[in-house]
């Protein structure tokens, strides 16, 4: 499955199978702590969010990781 | 205004399903959607997982046209928020379109709990509400109806002439038909031309309501789910 910002897929493809590891032996038995994939999705989302500007995509009000409250700029 | 609901009950536990779900695209079922990115994940005061994603989906418009409108312009947008409650065993996901918004709003709700009589079975409740912008769907489509029928007879309908009863008539002076034999001719004549050149808001509010059932195809997703869990019987622990 490829990202959304064709520069992001393989940051994306990374981080999906360290998530996907974690969910399953972690988190679905009851181990929701520690999360290992924190440095992967930082700079994912890095990757990410800045595709989101460049395509102009209407998202809103969501909170990224790392920025707190902080609204992207293009927002609609 | 609720169109579509369904329930779905799964032959595998609730921990198989979510984790299928959780890894949901790509599958043969939704081959519309084209990419997926999480946008922010974190765990609550309660222990339950929130994710929120961004899908991007295309329209599946024959190739000519998507040259000529350029890529970019036929890909639809679809956020997605789910909770994992992992103590509770219930997930729910609920997306909503954030393009084509001023046409339409394609609104699902996901929820997969076990089954309340059989633990290694899980139920999915699912359902869809779409709404054509300002109006309930079939209001709509009574309102598409109604203009496409009584659309401004005196507008030049294009044609030098209208047949009524063999006899050649200007169809400007039909424009209040003094009967319902004129009238139905030129009702005739009107809904020719408006399948020869349709107008292009009804068009394209057409297209959102063509783009909405290709959505709903995509609201067989338990379907998709099945496929990935006997896709994976082996990665599934």
Same mark, same amino acid.
């Given at each position: 499955?490829?990202?959304?910002?064709?520069?992001?897929?393989?940051?994306?493809?990374?981080?999906?199978?360290?998530?996907?590891?974690?969910?399953?032996?972690?988190?679905?038995?009851?181990?929701?702590?520690?999360?290992?994939?924190?440095?992967?999705?930082?700079?994912?989302?890095?990757?990410?969010?800045?595709?989101?500007? @460049?395509?102009?995509?209407?998202? @809103?009000?969501? @909170?990224?990781?790392?920025?707190?409250?902080?609204?992207?700029?293009?927002?609609? | 205004?609720?169109?579509?609901?369904?329930?779905?009950?799964?032959?595998?536990?609730?921990?198989?399903?979510?984790?299928?779900?959780?890894?949901? #695209?790509?599958?043969?079922?939704?081959?519309?959607?084209?990419?997926?990115?999480?946008?922010?994940?974190?765990?609550?005061?309660?222990?339950?997982?929130?994710?929120?994603?961004?899908?991007?989906?295309?329209?599946?418009?024959?190739?000519?046209?998507?040259?000529?409108? *350029?890529?970019?312009?036929?890909?639809?947008?679809?956020?997605?928020?789910?909770?994992?409650?992992?103590?509770?065993?219930?997930?729910?996901?609920?997306?909503?379109?954030?393009?084509?918004?001023?046409?339409?709003?394609?609104?699902?709700?996901?929820? #997969?709990?076990?089954?309340?009589?059989?633990?290694?079975?899980?139920?999915?409740?699912?359902?869809?509400?779409?709404?054509?912008?300002?109006?309930?769907?079939?209001?709509?489509?009574?309102?598409?109806?109604?203009?496409?029928?009584?659309?401004?007879?005196?507008? /030049?309908?294009?044609?030098?002439?209208?047949?009524?009863? *063999?006899?050649?008539? /200007?169809?400007?002076?039909?424009? %209040?038909?003094? %009967?319902?034999?004129?009238? %139905?001719?030129?009702?005739?004549?009107?809904?020719?031309?408006?399948?020869?050149?349709?107008?292009?808001?009804?068009?394209?509010?057409?297209?959102?309501?063509?783009?909405?059932?290709?959505?709903?195809?995509?609201?067989?997703?338990?379907?998709?789910?099945?496929?990935?869990?006997?896709?994976?019987?082996?990665?599934? %622990?």
């Amino acid at each position: 499955m490829n990202s959304v910002g064709e520069a992001c897929t393989d940051m994306k493809r990374e981080y999906d199978q360290c998530f996907n590891r974690w969910f399953a032996e972690k988190f679905l038995k009851g181990d929701g702590s520690g999360d290992p994939c924190t440095d992967l999705f930082k700079r994912y989302q890095q990757c990410v969010q800045k595709a989101i500007k @460049e395509k102009e995509i209407p998202i @809103e009000g969501l @909170e990224f990781m790392g920025r707190g409250k902080e609204k992207p700029e293009s927002s609609s | 205004m609720k169109i579509w609901s369904s329930e779905h009950v799964f032959g595998h536990p609730w921990d198989t399903v979510i984790k299928a779900a959780m890894r949901k #695209y790509p599958n043969p079922m939704n081959p519309g959607v084209v990419g997926v990115d999480v946008l922010e994940r974190s765990v609550d005061g309660r222990g339950r997982l929130h994710s929120h994603r961004l899908l991007s989906t295309e329209w599946g418009l024959p190739s000519l046209v998507k040259a000529i409108l *350029g890529t970019s312009r036929t890909l639809t947008y679809i956020k997605e928020h789910s909770v994992v409650d992992p103590v509770e065993k219930k997930m729910e996901l609920c997306s909503t379109n954030i393009t084509l918004t001023n046409l339409v709003s394609v609104n699902e709700r996901l929820v #997969y709990t076990p089954h309340p009589e059989n633990p290694e079975m899980t139920v999915l409740q699912q359902e869809a509400v779409i709404t054509v912008k300002g109006l309930s769907l079939g209001s709509y489509l009574e309102s598409l109806m109604a203009n496409t029928i009584s659309s401004n007879a005196k507008k /030049d309908l294009g044609v030098s002439f209208v047949e009524v009863r *063999g006899k050649r008539m /200007d169809p400007r002076r039909l424009s %209040s038909p003094g %009967s319902w034999v004129e009238g %139905s001719a030129l009702v005739r004549q009107r809904l020719l031309m408006e399948s020869r050149l349709p107008s292009s808001p009804a068009e394209l509010m057409e297209r959102a309501w063509m783009c909405g059932r290709k959505l709903l195809y995509k609201f067989k997703g338990w379907a998709a789910i099945e496929w990935i869990i006997e896709h994976s019987e082996s990665a599934v %622990s």
